[in-house]
């Protein structure tokens, strides 16, 4: 056979296996690609909120990972965990809330809203008192007709600043998980995002059909397009066992006619808040004259907190906060 003849089929089969490794390397590479976006997937997976209250704990574990029982943190770090059983009867029942607000009890309370300790429920209750807030309280008050028969209990094992408490959970997957518990349940969970807030304002143009459209009231009726500017303010805070535990929804509608002048408004805030934790929001207008003027200005607040009362007052042009609680106030102008 002639050099060149074997020239080329060398060439020709170098070629071949470039192609081909070429490939492999290609399909490797994709194959990498489709493992790191279902490793992606996972992690979203994990930040899905627990629903029962074995998966809650589970969070509480994996957020709290400590080498040794020693270790100092300035934040509670769930250890272990011992399962107790269920309520079986009212007298069990009773005797579960005597031992949960026993002077000898061990409680998260908090000085501010950033900074905690735990103490006893005596000694809580006496700084609780001096602070101008009876919390504790308000929260037997809901437990005493929050807990029932049929719920379970579980023994917790805390790691705190180098220290070890116990303290009982009470838990009904039927309920959402925890139902209530005074350490690990009670700390806001500010390294989850709790304190990001959804915040935003739009404005589209809509021909809608109006309360004032025929009416007279309309100073351009049925000329041209609404123009339609909304607001909405809203939070969901989390617990350190990754439970939904304060909600605030604030909404505002302003709808203006193709003129400019304000036709109608809407406005509207919700607040929710789990045993243990308080929440309020409320939002009102400023000015602004329906048919009239040519813009809308309102006010907005909201407060929450763990074991804090909290409160808006009004004083004709906005809100104001009190109570020990995490809030913001402010005020919004719609123009079209």
């Not at 081909?20 to 279902?38: I, M």
């Not at 602004?288 to 809308?296: A, D, R």
Request: proline share 2%; with cysteine; net charge negative.
């Amino acid at each position: 056979m002639k050099l060149h003849v074997i020239f080329r089929l060398a060439t020709s089969l170098y070629r071949s296996c470039f192609v081909y490794v070429f490939v492999l390397l290609c399909l490797a590479g994709f194959l990498n690609s489709c493992e790191r976006e279902v490793l992606k997937g996972d992690e979203k997976i994990v930040q899905v909120e627990p629903a029962t209250w074995q998966e809650q704990i589970k969070y509480a574990q994996n957020r709290n990972r400590i080498g040794t029982e020693t270790y100092n943190s300035d934040r509670p770090c769930l250890l272990n965990y011992t399962y107790k059983g269920t309520i079986e009867s009212e007298t069990e029942r009773q005797k579960l809330l005597e031992e949960l607000f026993a002077d000898t009890t061990m409680v998260v309370w908090y000085k501010d809203f950033w900074h905690f300790e735990i103490l006893s429920l005596k000694e809580a209750k006496e700084k609780a008192k001096v602070s101008g807030g009876e919390p504790y309280v308000l929260i037997e008050e809901q437990l005493r007709t929050g807990i029932c028969i049929g719920m379970e209990m579980v023994d917790l094992k805390w790691l705190y600043k180098g220290k070890t408490y116990h303290s009982t959970a009470i838990v009904s997957n039927e309920h959402g998980g925890f139902v209530y518990e005074h350490i690990g349940y009670r700390v806001i969970d500010a390294e989850e995002g709790s304190f990001q807030e959804d915040d935003y304002s739009e404005m589209n143009s809509l021909r809608t059909k109006t309360s004032s459209e025929g009416d007279g009231s309309d100073p351009n009726p049925g000329g041209g397009s609404d123009i339609i500017l909304r607001f909405t303010k809203m939070n969901s805070v989390k617990n350190a066992a990754g439970m939904v535990v304060a909600t605030y929804n604030i909404t505002v509608r302003s709808v203006f006619n193709s003129a400019g002048i304000l036709i109608d408004r809407n406005l509207n805030a919700t607040h929710s808040a789990a045993y243990g934790f308080t929440c309020t929001a409320d939002v009102r207008t400023v000015s602004g004259t329906l048919y009239s003027s040519k813009y809308h200005e309102f006010a907005w607040g909201y407060s929450y907190g763990s074991g804090v009362s909290v409160s808006l007052g009004w004083n004709g042009s906005g809100f104001t906060i009190s109570g020990g609680g995490q809030g913001a106030t402010g005020t919004e102008i719609h123009r079209p």
